[in-house]
Nanobody
Framework: QLQLVESGGGLVQPGGSLNLSCVISGSTRDYYAIGWFRQAPGKEREGVSCISLSSNFPNYVDSVRDRFTMRKDNARNTAYLRMNSLEIEDTGVYYC?????????????????????WGQGTQVIVSP
């Protein structure tokens, strides 16, 4: 069974940066993509980015495309999300998740319904 643990959240001022990490325990054969998602207070969970294990080209939601960078380290079973130029609207709980091979698509999708294993989340607060 896969386990995912996020870290790196915190409180940051607008314009600041944070680095999130997601360590995945379990076999990489069980999933084809890793995704980052976020949920702001009172809002639905939103897909932020994803990357396939076989690719070095992440897919992003438009609102973060030029500010966030997702990367992975297959050897360490770890995914990262570098967040620059943070905005108040980026506040929320950030989750990483993995999508099984049964939901394979190219490029990977950021529809949360395709992801079956989730971490507990890490809080990001962007505030003056």
């Amino acid at each position: 069974q896969l386990q995912l643990v996020e870290s790196g959240g915190g409180l940051v001022q607008p314009g600041g940066s944070l680095n999130l990490s997601c360590v995945i325990s379990g076999s990489t054969r069980d999933y084809y993509a890793i995704g980052w998602f976020r949920q702001a207070p009172g809002k639905e969970r939103e897909g932020v980015s994803c990357i396939s294990l076989s690719s070095n080209f992440p897919n992003y939601v438009d609102s973060v495309r030029d500010r966030f960078t997702m990367r992975k380290d297959n050897a360490r079973n770890t995914a990262y999300l570098r967040m620059n130029s943070l905005e108040i609207e980026d506040t929320g709980v950030y989750y990483c998740a993995v999508a099984p091979w049964s939901s394979f698509k190219v490029p990977c999708g950021i529809d949360s319904s395709a992801y079956t294993s989730w971490g507990q989340g890490t809080q990001v607060i962007v505030s003056p």
